[in-house]
């Protein structure tokens, strides 16, 4: 499956430790645009329909054995039907040495061959997951991003409400930072959506009348983190004397790249801790996830029917 974002061959070679064989460009402007693999199979004997050209072509110790019961010119038959179709790079797994058949056909259409010493199994597990992660869709939102009780906690909030102040104030509870200020929301899975800081700005914080602070450097590495996934969307909000503010913790979720992540909002005012009312929402939203409402129990106690209402979806703050 195609993406709309690509990821360099280079970057891959570095990230799996892989050794160049034949490169007939920079590696840099070579993008592999899908999170999926062709290995090497029926494409050998001239099964191509679902041939994705797209893909990263793996060869392994099966396709060796394959091949080594071909003649030289079946050889170059079969694998010239695959690499006509230019792949953005063919790699061989297990340190096996490319057949001269294979290194005449990648040299007549360009097709760079990269070598890997590692089994086939693991190698496929290493690069779709370092692709999944590459290119999964994703966006950039305003907002901070903090591992609180071990639930990711995305906040949100207009301009100045103290979403900045609050994350110091985590921090300084012994929390961790995973963004401020911009964060980058990957979706990893259908359900799954997972947020990092921009690279030049990890680690920063921007601190009304004090400026930028380095939280690594202040509160020690073991203060954040490079990633989280996203549990729970908190939206920080004035407080508006007119407005009615859910007590009794009914389900509300927002949208994000497809996926429903709960959604609360708390609102600001002079005097609320919101760093201890985050905690709480945030062990309040693990509770839910391992099926306890308190909310629920409450009106049991008091012999009282659970209201049902229909989960609510709630849009966030950038989408208004």
């Not at 597990?125 to 906690?153: K, Q, W, Y």
């Not at 939203?285 to 306890?292: A, I, L």
Request: aromatic residues 6%; contains cysteine.
């Amino acid at each position: 499956m195609a993406t709309n974002f690509a990821v360099s061959l280079s970057s891959i070679i570095r990230e799996l430790d892989l050794n160049e064989i034949f490169m007939p460009c920079d590696p840099d402007s070579v993008l592999v645009k899908s999170v999926e693999i062709n290995r090497m199979g029926l494409e050998l004997i001239g099964t191509l329909d679902d041939f994705d050209c797209n893909r990263i072509l793996i060869m392994g110790q099966s396709e060796k054995i394959f091949l080594s019961t071909l003649t030289s010119n079946e050889i170059y038959k079969s694998i010239e039907m695959i690499l006509c179709l230019r792949p953005p790079a063919l790699l061989i797994t297990r340190g096996i040495k490319p057949l001269t058949e294979i290194l005449d056909i990648a040299k007549k259409y360009s097709i760079p061959i990269v070598i890997s010493q590692e089994v086939t199994s693991d190698v496929i597990s290493n690069l779709v997951a370092f692709l999944n992660t590459h290119l999964a869709p994703m966006i950039t939102r305003s907002g901070g991003l903090m591992n609180v009780h071990g639930e990711g906690i995305l906040m949100i909030g207009e301009s100045g409400v103290g979403k900045s102040e609050t994350a110091i104030e985590l921090l300084n509870r012994g929390h961790k930072l995973i963004a401020d200020d911009a964060v980058e929301i990957r979706r990893m899975s259908k359900n799954t959506l997972v947020g990092s800081a921009p690279d030049n700005i990890r680690h920063f914080i921007e601190v009304r009348g004090v400026g930028i602070i380095n939280a690594r450097r202040i509160f020690g590495i073991g203060a954040v983190k490079i990633s989280e996934n996203i549990d729970m969307v908190i939206n920080l909000e004035a407080w508006k004397d007119n407005k009615t503010y859910d007590r009794m913790g009914s389900d509300t979720y927002t949208e994000i790249l497809n996926v429903k992540i709960p959604f609360i909002t708390i609102p600001v005012r002079t005097g609320r801790n919101l760093a201890v009312i985050i905690e709480i929402a945030a062990m309040n939203n693990r509770q839910k996830k391992m099926g306890y409402n308190a909310a629920r129990e409450l009106f049991i106690n008091l012999g009282m029917e659970y209201p049902k209402v229909e989960p609510e979806m709630e849009k966030c703050i950038w989408d208004v």
